[in-house]
């Protein structure tokens, strides 16, 4: 009787269509997990504690939130004669860096140099903004005084600058105390503090008396002899 061959197992690797296992046992990784680890890059090192208030004067808002993210950096450290990077912000009018630095739990915005605040700072300079956001502030106390016992308000009226007293006036938190210099001033942003609708009724009537001049100069133009 003949004998018919055996018919041999086929085993793993034997077929050249089958990929079959590795010398470790484990599938080969996949193309497109490979290219998503060679994508992602890590964050650059944060930029060092002494960059902080250098970036604050440039208004680089990169490099000071670099500065925040290093476990070194004290916010509320302070350059040779006192001033913090929050201080510098505010006196120059840096919107942006206030803000971020404001979102720092740990920034102090009370702190001052011989009694003078980031609020003041931005108060003198005529900074509406940055007095805005500082006030958007529960921590900051708009009512300290600095070495002369001037406070923020009196700050705004004794400086002319009329749109920050009206901010001043209109947080709750301010004592409102009225200035012996630049009463009136005072006297004014109180009233439009109080009476909105009576200041936009006002200023669109000085608008409209201001039209109706430029109209009357430009007929006499025209028809003057």
Request: hydrophobic share 40%; proline share 8%.
């Amino acid at each position: 009787m003949e004998e018919r061959p055996t018919k041999r197992s086929r085993r793993s690797g034997d077929d050249p269509n089958d990929g079959g296992d590795d010398d470790n046992g484990s599938a080969p990784a996949s193309s497109s997990s490979s290219s998503s680890l060679s994508s992602s890059s890590p964050l650059p090192p944060p930029a060092s504690p002494g960059e902080l208030i250098s970036a604050v004067f440039r208004g680089d808002a990169a490099t000071v939130a670099s500065a925040l993210r290093n476990p070194l950096t004290d916010p509320n450290m302070t350059d040779q004669i006192g001033n913090t990077a929050l201080m510098h912000a505010a006196m120059i009018g840096h919107s942006p860096v206030v803000k971020m630095l404001l979102a720092d739990k740990r920034v102090d915005p009370n702190m001052t140099q011989h009694g003078v605040t980031a609020l003041m700072r931005a108060v003198r300079n005529g900074h509406a903004p940055v007095v805005k956001l500082l006030l958007a502030d529960e921590r900051v106390n708009p009512n300290i005084t600095d070495e002369d016992g001037d406070t923020a308000l009196r700050n705004a009226a004794a400086n002319d600058h009329a749109p920050v007293l009206e901010l001043l006036l209109a947080d709750h938190r301010t004592i409102r105390t009225r200035p012996g210099y630049r009463g009136d001033l005072y006297d004014a942003a109180l009233f439009n503090v109080k009476y909105p609708r009576h200041a936009r009724f006002k200023g669109l009537v000085r608008a409209m008396v201001a039209f109706r001049r430029m109209r009357l100069r430009a007929a006499q133009a025209v028809y003057a002899p």
